[in-house]
């Protein structure tokens, strides 16, 4: 429907992730979402302050806010099943592709170049992406030390795995972030006040 993106986008609230996992607290894409926009922000930050990086902080924030929007379409595909195999894997990337095109085409003509490149990814952005898979990663991670807080030892092994991951990106920006500000998220309320 031309002029459904915004409401196709506002949709992201109903798409709950973690499917295969029992959580404590149900985390929606709209959640995730705004995690990833304010850590990819907060990596690009860090980028230019302490490697002096150019990065466009605002646009990385951008592509994190809308990096899963296919999603209201496809829902969120477990990893286990995503990353099977190689054949899964890029068939889910087709039908990841076509929902893109399919949410693209519910905006009038004259809007689709601005909306386009934030979901499709381009190659001038591709260090930015970098920083939002990172980012994406480091939102992951800390709804697993979130959930073991809350006793969950359902995230303990996602968690560990996804320390492995964020890792062996190379990002030197997520390394600093997991480094310098990751610990303050085992930390309660009163405990983060002072």
């Known amino acids: 429907m031309e002029n459904g993106f915004f409401a ?35 990596l690009a930050v860090i980028g230019n302050k302490r490697f002096g990086k150019s990065y466009n902080g605002e646009r990385a ?14 829902g969120d595909m477990p990893t286990p099943v995503k990353y099977y195999s190689d054949k899964v894997r890029s068939a889910y990337k087709t039908v990841e592709e076509n929902a893109c095109r399919n949410i693209i085409s519910m905006l009038p003509e ?23 898979k990172a980012a994406d990663k480091i939102s992951a991670l800390i709804k697993c030390i979130e959930e073991k807080k809350a006793g969950n030892s359902e995230f303990i092994k996602a968690g560990e795995g ?15 972030f997991v480094r310098e500000f990751l610990p303050a998220y085992e930390l309660t309320l009163d405990e983060l006040k002072y």
């Open 8 to 42: 196709m986008v506002s949709r992201m609230k109903y798409i709950n992730r973690w499917a295969l996992m029992r959580n404590e607290h149900s985390e929606n894409l709209s959640e995730h979402s705004f995690e990833v926009s304010v850590i990819a922000h907060a």
């Open 110 to 132: 004259d809007l689709k170049d601005e909306f386009y490149p934030l979901l499709v990814a381009s190659p001038e952005d591709e260090e930015l992406h970098k920083l939002v």
């Open 61 to 74: 924030a951008l592509l994190g806010l809308y990096h899963d929007t296919p999603e209201t379409l496809t």
């Open 162 to 176: 996804l320390e492995k991951a964020v890792a062996s990106l190379n990002v030197p920006e997520a390394e600093i």
